[in-house]
């Protein structure tokens, strides 16, 4: 696989040297002449100097043939503009994009640039799984198949303690794929019944959260 | 008309004042609260007193653009000094906020044809100097800029 990372920072770094080791072709782009000059040694003609978000860099570093584009630069809009063009003028499908500053991650959906990834964010999502009051966590987004995975802890006295999978009324949308019990995962069916204090993990489409939530979480509960 | 630029730099703060002068309520957004000296050039009074807004905040941040005004904005001028900032923030009034004029400085000609070509209304400096130049040096008196859609 051939594959352009934009952004010789210490993320893109690690990755031009994991993806390479992997046995990928990659072609580093790094804008900062003097962090240029430190990865040069390291990587030689691996490294380019120039600004990946001007067209002609993208088409020396050979764009037109790449797998795989990654924009990891430090920059949010650099990173838009590089996947935007990557993706509408060149037509590579494969992009991946970072977002340095979560607040701007509604610039990337707004313009339609995924997968996105954000440090911020996947830090404060561990912050969900680690704090279970919490109640629901995300676990996984999958954006381009409008799905997510989500888990969530049964209360006492909430509508499905004590019912069996069959029993519970689930949103369309919604599906019960795991129940976490002591340490133990167990694949359900109908008949697998529900109790206080296990996790569910459910598949659904995104904005069933509430309806998730009231229908494993006590009345009470869920106003606090 | 309620106009929103965006950097107010040589070009940004210039275009406020003509704008302003035709008669149009300008805000202007910049990140430096420095900048707004510029304003103040060449006015009897200052910015504000002659009718002008003015806000400190980053561009890319939609609570600075909603604190300037951008909901209400008739036209949006993206002027930053940075190319691709101005590129983002341009489609963020255009799709977002449904701005009915949009416009964007680009200097990379390149850039700023393809973005053309995307629907953005781009202005290029550089072309525009570029034209300008080529055609003082081939001796041609009148100089006719291509219009950039």
Known sequence: MYVIVAGGGKVGLNLTRELMAKGHEVTLIENNRRRYTILEPQLEHIVHLGDATELWVLERAGIERADMVIAVTGDDEDNIIISQVAREKYGREKIIARCNNIRNMEHFDLLDIKPVISSTDLILRLIEHEVPQYGLVHLLKLQAEDLEIIEVEVSAGSPSAGKTVGEIDLPDGGLIIAILREGEGIVPSGDTLINSGDEVMLILNPGLEDNITRLFTAPEESFI | ?149
């Open chain 2, 1 to 149: 008309m309620f106009v929103l630029i965006v950097g107010c730099g040589r070009a940004g703060s210039a275009l406020a004042k003509n704008l302003l002068a035709d008669g149009n309520t300008v805000s202007v957004l910049d990140e430096s609260a420095e900048s707004h000296r510029l304003l103040d050039v060449g006015l009897e009074t200052n910015w504000e007193d002659e009718g002008g807004m003015f806000t400190v905040g980053t561009a890319l941040e939609i609570d600075a653009l909603v604190e300037a005004g951008i909901e209400r904005a008739d036209a949006f001028v993206a002027g930053t000094n940075g190319d691709n900032t101005n590129l983002v923030i341009a489609q963020i009034a255009q799709k977002k906020f449904n701005v009915p004029k949009v416009v964007v400085r680009v200097l990379d000609p390149r850039r700023a044809t393809w973005y053309a070509e995307q629907g953005l209304h781009t202005i290029c400096p550089t072309q525009a100097g570029i034209e300008m130049l080529t055609a003082a040096v081939r001796g041609e008196t009148e100089v006719v800029l291509t219009e950039q859609i």
